[in-house]
C-alpha cells in the first residue's frame, strides 16, 4: 500500500511526522456585512492553530472544481449563474451569502479540497481533510444555509467515476456519506435519494434547521438537549445499522463542531470529551474495516469561536491518530468492533 511518503513536490511529504493531508481555502475571503453570523474568520484560525499546535498535519491550498466536476452533482444552469454572478436575489437569499468573485471562487475550491482530500485517502490509504467543506445543504439545482455546491456529494460521484476508470469489473465504488453535522444534510439526501451506491446518513436535531427535512437512508432524529451518553448510544446503533445494509469502499465524514453544548444553533448539549468520543468511533470504524475517509469540518456556531476551533482541533488529533495506524498497520486484516445499540432517538428509513 502506498503510505504517502513521497516527495512534497508530488503534494506528499517525505517526513513521516506529516501523515494527514488537509487542503484549504481560507486565502478567499467573503465581503458579508457587518454582524453576518457566518463566522468566515474560523478557517484561517483552524489553519493557523493546525500550524502551530499540531504540526503532523501537512496543509495544502485547495485546487478549484472544475465545471465538469460540478456537473457531476449540479445542474448546468446553477454552475453558469454562480459563475457568472447572475444568481437571484432570492437564490443569494436562500444561500445566505451575497454574490461577489471570491464567493464563486471559494465554493469551487471548497468542493476541489473535498475531491483532493477523496482523492489522497483513495490513493494513499487512509485519512485525509478539508478545512472547510460539509455544505450539505446545496440540492443539485440551488444553494442553500450557507452551502452553494455540494462538495460531499460531487467528490462521492467523481471518486466513483475514477474508480471505473481503474476497475471496470468491480462495479460501482460504494461511498458512506456520514453526516454528523446538528443540521440534516437535506441537499446530499436529496441528490442521492434514487442511488443504491451512496448511502447517507444523518444524525441531526429533530428541531434543527432545515425545518423540511429530506430522508436520507438512515437520519436519527436527536431531541434538544441530548448529551454525551445518548448520542454516543445513537451513534454506535448508526453505525452497526450502515454496516448491515451497506458495505462502503470511502467513507466521507461531516464533522460538524456544532452538536456542542456552547454552540449558537446547535441545541445539542455535547461536550469536549463526548465530540472527541464521537470522531473517535467514526475514525475506528473505518479504520477496522479498512475505509479510508476523507473529512469536512462542516458547522460550527460557537458562542465563543474559540470553542468551536478547539472541537475541531480534537478532530484533527484524532485523525493524526488514525492516519499513524493506517501507515503502521496497513497489513493487518479487518476486525470488527462491538456495538450497542439504543431506541431513545427517534429513527428514521432503518432497515426491517
Known sequence: MNTGWQQCENQRCSCPGLSVHAYYADQFVLPLPSGHRFPMAKYR????????????VRMLEA????AGELALVHTPDYIAAVG???????????????????????????????????????????????????THHAYADRGGGFCVFNDAAVAARLMQAEHSRRDRTSGPLQVAII??????????????????????????????FPFRKEPSDLDVDLPDACG?????????????????????????????????????????????????????????????????????????YGVDMETTLQVQM????????????????????????????TGAPHWQNAGA
Open 45 to 56: 484560525r483552524l489553519r493557523e492553530r493546525l500550524a502551530t499546535e499540531l504540526p503532523q
Open 63 to 66: 485546487l478549484p472544481a472544475s
Open 84 to 134: 457568472d454572478g447572475t444568481l437571484s436575489p432570492a437564490a443569494q437569499r436562500e444561500i445566505g451569502f451575497p454574490w461577489s468573485p471570491a464567493m464563486a471562487e471559494r465554493a469551487r475550491r471548497s468542493v476541489g479540497a473535498t475531491l483532493q482530500a477523496c482523492r489522497e485517502a483513495m490513493t494513499g490509504g487512509g485519512v485525509s481533510a478539508n478545512l472547510a467543506g460539509g
Open 179 to 208: 453526516d454528523l453535522d446538528v443540521h440534516q444534510g437535506n441537499g446530499t439526501a436529496r441528490i442521492f435519494a434514487r442511488d443504491a451506491s451512496v448511502f447517507t446518513l444523518s444524525m441531526h436535531g429533530a428541531k434543527n
Open 228 to 300: 454525551d451518553s445518548a448520542y454516543l448510544e445513537a451513534l454506535d446503533h448508526a453505525l452497526d445499522e450502515l454496516e448491515r445494509r451497506f458495505t462502503p469502499g470511502l467513507v466521507i465524514y461531516l464533522a460538524g463542531a456544532d452538536p456542542h453544548e456552547g454552540d449558537r444553533l446547535g441545541r445539542l448539549k455535547l461536550s469536549f470529551d463526548g465530540l472527541e468520543a464521537r470522531d473517535r468511533r467514526v475514525m475506528d470504524w473505518a479504520w477496522q474495516r479498512r475505509m479510508p475517509l476523507a473529512f469536512a469540518m462542516a458547522g460550527g
Open 314 to 341: 480534537h478532530t484533527y488529533r484524532t485523525a493524526v491518530e488514525y492516519q499513524q495506524r493506517w501507515q503502521a498497520m496497513a497489513s493487518r486484516p479487518p476486525t470488527a468492533t462491538a456495538v450497542t445499540a
